[in-house]
């Protein structure tokens, strides 16, 4: 079970820096090499931006859940 955690939290953790990478950020960054920076702001965030930030925040939490979880298992099962 423990093993199962860490290829999660290995897989979450990298998937995790693709996806901040893609954020666009204040000048625009890395995003904007993959053509993140074409996107138009008609009076907020995009659609894709959108679907990229829940994407992120769903990828977040399955991270932390891995963290919780091999946490108590650590502490439970005594390895």
């Known amino acids: 079970m423990i093993l199962l955690f860490t290829v999660l939290l290995v897989l979450a953790s990298a998937i995790m820096i693709l996806l ?3 954020h666009k ?3 625009g960054g890395l995003s ?4 993140g920076g074409v996107s138009s702001s008609l009076g907020g965030s995009s659609v894709a931006e959108r679907n990229l930030d ?6 977040g939490v399955i991270w932390f859940a891995c963290i919780v979880a091999l946490g108590l298992l650590k ?3 005594g390895n």
């Not at 904007?32 to 053509?35: I, N, R, T």
Request: no cysteine; proline share 0%; aromatic share 16%.
């Open 20 to 22: 901040v990478l893609l």
């Open 25 to 27: 950020g204040r000048g």
């Open 32 to 35: 904007d090499m993959f053509g």
């Open 54 to 59: 829940r994407f992120t925040v769903g990828v």
């Open 75 to 77: 502490a439970y099962a």
